[in-house]
């Protein structure tokens, strides 16, 4: 009784959501164009609307966003989120206006962003990882005593919050399709395995998949690997990012707010840019798309929406002498989020798919509110930054203790080295097409557990070494470049190939 009034909760929630959308309208629109065809009959109404949906493809449009909606839902028993988080803050906004010759100078640059060379030498970012991580560390459950069913060796690792993450038998059940007798995109399409064997057959599949516009299908279909030519389609296919008109005005919208507004929010995003991503070998031609994705992003109030499920609350500031009135208190920035150092190199590889800034800005925006926020927020979800590092260190501990033994005794703890890779899900530390297979594995499976096993993977393969190191400087040394890394191999050896 209880899953049934859930299910009829759940329901009534994305119908809500989905009435208010421009893809209901349309929906709506062509219903009642059809009714003027001649195979549309009075007796039959509803039935025959019907099909002439389905076979139109309207049905499989609206499939698709209530699959998106299952995704990003509101969780039933969250507490429903302060209406002042959905208002759009831009009253406060018009006090920092550009000059109309700024607004031109940048307008006539917007293409050209990375040639500005402004002084950034008085801005930092707000936090750095190792911040981040100690606040982790000082993580405490008040209800677990110390003592209370504790075993000694949970204590070898950082992270002290007894939360629930899989092993390696629950690990392989969950991620069936990586075992070592599936074809995989990442090994079986190398140049010495013939392209008749597994490529070829699996490249056509997903060319159905595309041409089906199934965002189930393709979803499934991702967890073995998405082919190159058809990534970006197969991306925005499961993330229901279509590019619509509409979508394409919101990114225009966005674009002049930039123009128009000045925020000290993005002196944050230029300096994280040339700090990061312009540093890059791989991403540094990318740096004036990276800025208008994230200048835009950092303006797009839709983005407030995840905070429903988010354990995190946007901060506010107040306008100019109203500090402490409640009423005058303002998210900032509009998106209620603040880039830290890195930020920008979740952008960065999702320029190698999509060279349309509005079908870029909106993969990313989508790939954001699903999963990057989980990785610099508190919270107990099996795909958050807390849950990860303590699946890390759970999975070195019981299948390489020695190794784990060794590091902690000398002063480095594995998750000192291995932090920062997962919250950037590895972006900036694999090769490009290496960091791509991991994020298909990702979205195949809407989890970011595979970024923790892949993290403990890379331990184990340079165990030998990490055996002979004395400090956490040779440690990180013997850990500095993991650009060759293959990382198809280490998830299946580290997975399926463990004794247990």
């Known amino acids: 009784m209880e899953e049934s009034s859930e299910l009829t909760l759940s329901i009534a929630h994305i119908v809500q959501r989905l009435k208010g959308s421009h893809l209901h309208s349309q929906i709506e629109r062509q219903a009642k164009d059809c009714l003027r065809r001649s195979e549309i009959k009075l007796e039959s109404l509803k039935e025959d609307v019907r099909s002439f949906l389905n076979k139109s493809g309207w049905e499989k449009k609206l499939q698709n966003a209530v699959y998106r909606e299952l995704h990003v839902q509101l969780p039933l028993s969250h507490p429903t989120a302060p209406p002042e988080q959905l208002k759009e803050p831009l009253a406060y906004m018009r006090k920092a206006q550009r000059p109309a010759a700024e607004q031109k100078e940048l307008t006539d ?78 090994i079986d399409d190398h140049g010495h395995v013939h392209p008749d064997l597994f490529e070829n057959d699996y490249v056509q599949i997903g060319k159905k998949v595309v041409v089906e516009q199934d965002s189930a299908a393709a979803q499934q279909y991702s967890r073995r690997g998405c082919p190159t030519g058809l990534r970006a389609d197969l991306w925005a296919l499961i993330l229901n990012s279509t590019n619509q008109p509409q979508d394409v005005m919101h990114y225009e919208q966005l674009r002049a707010g930039v123009i128009q507004h000045d925020l000290l929010v993005d002196n944050l995003i230029y300096k994280d840019v040339k700090l990061t991503a312009s540093n890059d070998d791989y991403y540094f031609v990318f740096e004036d798309f990276l800025y208008q994705v994230l200048l835009c992003f950092s303006r797009d109030t839709a983005v407030l929406e995840h905070f429903k499920y988010n354990s995190a609350t946007p901060p506010k500031s107040y306008l100019h002498g109203k500090v402490g009135d409640g009423e005058y208190a303002v998210v900032y920035p509009p998106n209620g989020v603040i880039p830290f150092h890195g930020f920008s190199m979740y952008v960065a590889p999702l320029c190698f798919l999509y060279n349309e800034p509005s079908k870029l800005y909106s993969v990313f925006r989508e790939m954001y509110i699903r999963y990057f926020f989980r990785l610099h927020s508190i919270s107990s979800s099996h795909s958050g930054i807390v849950s990860l590092c303590l699946q890390f260190e759970r999975l070195l501990q ?103």
């Open 109 to 186: 640059k917007w293409n050209e962003m990375g040639t500005d060379e402004a002084d950034l030498s008085r801005f930092r970012p707000v936090y750095a990882l190792k911040d981040f991580l100690e606040v982790l560390i000082s993580l405490r459950n008040s209800n677990h005593g110390s003592c209370e069913d504790v075993s000694a060796r949970s204590h070898w690792g950082l992270i002290q919050v007894p939360l629930n993450v899989r092993d390696i038998p629950q690990l392989r059940q969950a991620y069936s399709e990586l075992n070592l007798n599936s074809g995989q995109l990442g």
């Open 398 to 500: 019981t299948h390489l203790p020695q190794l784990f033994y060794h590091l902690r005794l000398i002063g480095a703890q594995p998750l000192r080295i291995a932090f920062k890779w997962m919250v950037r899900a590895f972006s900036g530390y694999l090769s490009t097409d290496q960091l791509l297979l991991l994020w298909d594995r990702i979205l195949g499976y809407d989890s970011l557990e595979v970024v923790a096993v892949l993290a403990a993977a890379v331990f184990a393969f340079r165990a030998e070494n990490l055996m002979e190191v004395t400090s956490l400087a040779s440690a990180e040394a013997v850990l500095a470049d993991l650009s060759t890394l293959k990382v198809v191999p280490l998830i299946q050896i580290f997975l399926f190939a463990t004794a247990i």
